[in-house]
């Protein structure tokens, strides 16, 4: 399984970004999905996770209105739609992939810790400049 993170770059505050990544997998149906960031000096937090289903999301509170998370299974990607950037979301931004553990509603399950993931894509770079 290989994720590969795309669409990060420079932009300046108040601006847009759009992440991508696409997973070369038989299939991502099954899937709970998730972007993390880690900035210079920090840990790494997790941004928005998303249910195999699609139907529940996660966003960390600094990103909630801003920032969307969505999957195409058929394309075997997700995205990340970053709006109203802003310096402080300067990091390198991963992608992740995690499978459920079977039990009731698991395809609803959100996963908001690293350790939860299984697969891992490599970072895309995003700086917000003020």
């Known amino acids: 399984v290989q994720l590969q993170a795309s669409g990060g770059g420079l932009v300046q505050a108040g601006g847009s970004l759009s992440l991508s990544c696409v997973v070369s997998?038989?299939?991502?149906?099954?899937?709970?999905l998730g972007w993390f960031r880690q900035a210079p000096g920090k840990e790494r937090e997790v941004v928005s996770s998303?249910?195999?289903?699609?139907?529940?999301?996660f966003y960390e509170d600094s990103v909630k209105g801003r920032f969307t998370i969505s999957r195409d299974n058929a394309k075997k990607t997700f995205y990340l739609q970053m709006n109203s950037l802003k310096p402080e979301d300067t990091a390198v931004y991963y992608c992740a992939i995690a499978v459920p553990p079977s039990g009731p509603d698991y395809m609803d399950r959100i996963f908001t810790v690293g350790r939860d993931y299984d697969y891992w894509g490599r970072g895309t770079l995003v700086t917000v400049s003020s």
């Open positions: 997998i038989y299939t991502l149906d099954y899937y709970a």
């Open positions: 998303i249910s195999a289903s699609g139907l529940k999301s």
